[in-house]
């Protein structure tokens, strides 16, 4: 019964030993429910319990339970967020497309040039149009005449 005490003893510190580090290691914004100071209160002073409230309360969902994981990975999903721990942010980088911050000024870029190409392409119809009504006139005046083009715009 003795030796049985000894490791549960013995396991429980090293939950209190590991929730303690957790706590100093875990990002600030990251943490659930208190301030982290709070919590490192909580789990210093009310070990086993605190522990386990750290665990089940307090530590961020979706991190691994390495010490300290959470500074570098986001409660969303354990994304990193940092970009140079991002495998997406490295093959955009690799590949030369737009960041996701960047993404919408490309959008606006792309509209930009959209409208312009519209804007061109209704010149173009335009000056032909014109044309066609110039050389209509030119017709004419030789006696060719024909059905007349309307210079304006549809």
Same mark, same amino acid.
């Not at 209190?16 to 909580?42: G, H, Q």
């Not at 089940?56 to 691994?64: A, C, M, V």
């Not at 996701?100 to 509209?111: F, I, S, Y």
């Given at each position: 019964?003795?030796?049985?005490? #000894? %490791?549960?003893?013995?396991?429980?510190?090293?939950?209190?030993?590991?929730?303690?580090? &957790?706590?100093?290691?875990?990002?600030?914004?990251?943490?659930?429910?208190? /301030?982290?100071?709070?919590w490192l209160f909580i789990v210093f002073f009310i070990p086993d319990i605190g522990?386990?409230?750290?665990?089940?309360?307090?530590? =961020?969902?979706?991190?691994?339970?390495?010490? #300290?994981?959470?500074?570098?990975?986001?409660?969303?999903? #354990? @994304?990193?967020?940092? /970009?140079?721990? &991002? =495998?997406?942010?490295?093959? @955009?980088? @690799?590949?030369?497309?737009? %960041? /996701?911050? &960047?993404?919408?000024?490309?959008? +606006?870029?792309?509209?930009?040039?959209?409208e312009w190409n519209e804007d061109l392409k209704r010149r173009e119809a335009e000056?032909?149009?014109?044309?066609?009504?110039?050389?209509?006139?030119?017709?004419?005046?030789? #006696?060719?005449?024909?059905? +007349? =083009?309307? =210079?304006?715009? /549809?």
């Amino acid at each position: 019964m003795l030796e049985v005490d #000894g %490791a549960v003893a013995l396991v429980l510190l090293g939950l209190w030993i590991y929730c303690i580090f &957790d706590v100093i290691s875990t990002d600030d914004a990251m943490v659930r429910n208190l /301030p982290k100071l709070f919590w490192l209160f909580i789990v210093f002073f009310i070990p086993d319990i605190g522990s386990i409230a750290w665990l089940i309360l307090g530590r =961020p969902q979706g991190t691994s339970f390495e010490p #300290g994981s959470s500074k570098y990975r986001s409660a969303q999903g #354990g @994304r990193p967020s940092r /970009p140079d721990d &991002d =495998p997406e942010f490295l093959a @955009r980088l @690799r590949t030369g497309s737009p %960041a /996701p911050e &960047d993404a919408e000024a490309a959008a +606006a870029e792309k509209r930009r040039l959209a409208e312009w190409n519209e804007d061109l392409k209704r010149r173009e119809a335009e000056m032909r149009r014109k044309e066609q009504y110039e050389e209509w006139q030119r017709q004419r005046q030789s #006696g060719e005449g024909g059905a +007349a =083009p309307s =210079p304006e715009n /549809p």
